[in-house]
């Protein structure tokens, strides 16, 4: 049997400056409820921006990544701009 291995996790995020608390906090839900993980996250954009550049910091499996990619897709369809780093 192969060892878990957790590493760690990097999501970025283009959203609408508006909408941002909220989608961080709807993704921070998910991964702490399906992955038992907390998310930190960091603003890489000014105050002046329309749209937000976040990152998203945390720990999991690659099979658990790629299912969180999976549900954000899913839930948020084409809302938000990913790209895993």
């Not at 961080?24 to 907390?38: A, H, L, T, Y």
């Not at 998203?56 to 790629?66: M, S």
Request: charged content about 30%; aromatic content about 12%.
């Amino acid at each position: 049997m192969e060892p878990t291995v957790i590493k760690e996790k990097q999501l970025g995020l283009t959203l609408k400056r508006q909408y941002a608390k909220p989608y961080v906090q709807k993704i921070k839900g998910v991964i702490w409820n399906q992955f038992e993980s907390v998310c930190e996250f960091e603003d890489n954009s000014f105050g002046t921006d329309e749209e937000v550049r976040i990152t998203l910091f945390f720990l999991c499996t690659e099979k658990q990544y790629d299912h969180l990619l999976e549900i954000l897709r899913t839930r948020f369809q084409n809302s938000i701009d990913m790209e895993a780093v």
